[in-house]
């Protein structure tokens, strides 16, 4: 792996729609990018034996989790001719319909954005270790891994 510093991906909270949009807009000034990919997770209001989740409280093992990040970061460099990639991910309490995953990839043309945006999700998914308690009207918790 490289020397490269490793990136906190981890937001405290939900990630605000305002931040999103700060985010694209200070990529107008990088004229050499034709294309940007973003996928927004959010925490979805779903029914479980009858009772409406609430929200989910994200916790991770953050060290490895980081350390795991920076080595699917830099295969996804080497895979994709990406200009830039952001991720952010909330850890704590996020309510239903706040957004939980933040994933910005850019690149010269559209394709490679949107594959390494794709691929960045599932690895995400895949093989980092974040885990969502849902949380639900009652105040009853649930495990899911790798929401």
Request: charged share 25%.
């Amino acid at each position: 792996m490289s020397e490269k510093k490793v990136k906190n991906i981890f937001v405290n909270g939900a990630i605000e729609p305002g931040f999103i949009a700060n985010s694209i807009a200070n990529h107008s000034a990088k004229t050499n990018i034709g294309g940007h990919s973003i996928f927004l997770g959010q925490v979805r209001k779903d029914e479980i034996d009858g009772k409406f989740v609430t929200s989910i409280d994200y916790t991770a093992f953050e060290e490895l989790a980081l350390e795991k990040m920076q080595a699917i970061r830099e295969d996804i460099f080497n895979k994709y001719s990406l200009t830039c990639m952001h991720i952010h991910h909330s850890l704590g309490i996020i309510k239903t319909g706040e957004i939980c995953l933040f994933v910005f990839t850019s690149s010269a043309h559209r394709k490679p954005a949107i594959d390494a945006c794709e691929e960045v999700v599932e690895r995400i998914k895949a093989e980092l270790p974040i885990w969502g308690k849902e949380i639900f009207e009652d105040e009853s918790h649930q495990w899911k891994e790798n929401i």
